[in-house]
């Protein structure tokens, strides 16, 4: 008897875990600091539903609408940014979202997303960055396992 609920108990902790994977949103702020740069870390990884990643997607949105934000994904794979792939760059005015932009990422990869603003003024921004299945539209996709977390801050 105790033997199953522990086999119960086990398997719950495993079905459980097999769906968690979500977009991720994060909240920051600039300075009144011009041309200043934020680095956010993102990695893909295998989230145990059988889904792998295709690309990764970014976009950025403002919360205060002083100058103008841009958004860059790169990947980074052992230190080095990946020649192959060109950053693709989209502003944010007045509170809209920017567009999705994406990149060739799989499980394991390791990507830069770099948020920029060019004020003299304090900005706020929001950043949204997942691992997707190219299933969709950049964007729609079928979310895989994902991490997200500010890596530099000015």
């Known amino acids: 008897m105790k033997i199953q609920l522990v086999k119960l108990a086990l398997a719950s902790i495993v079905i459980g875990f097999a769906g968690a994977t979500w977009a991720h949103t994060e909240a920051e702020t600039f300075a009144a600091t011009a041309n200043a740069v934020d680095v956010w870390h993102l990695e893909c990884f295998d989230d145990l539903t059988g889904n792998h990643a295709d ?3 970014a976009q950025v949105q403002k919360t205060s609408l002083a100058g103008t934000l841009r958004v860059t ?12 792939n060109v950053s693709a760059t989209d502003g944010s ?11 060739t990422a799989a499980d394991g990869d390791n990507l ?22 190219a299933d969709a539209a950049v964007g729609s996709g079928t979310e895989t396992g994902t991490e997200i977390y500010l890596k530099s801050d000015q």
Request: glycine fraction near 10%.
């Open 55 to 57: 690309r990764a997607v």
């Open 73 to 84: 994904l790169s990947g980074v794979f052992d230190g080095t940014v990946t020649a192959t």
């Open 93 to 103: 005015v007045n509170g809209a979202s920017s567009a999705w932009i994406s990149q």
């Open 112 to 133: 830069a997303i770099v948020v920029s603003h060019s004020s003299n003024t304090a900005n706020g921004y929001s950043v949204t960055g997942h691992c997707e299945v």
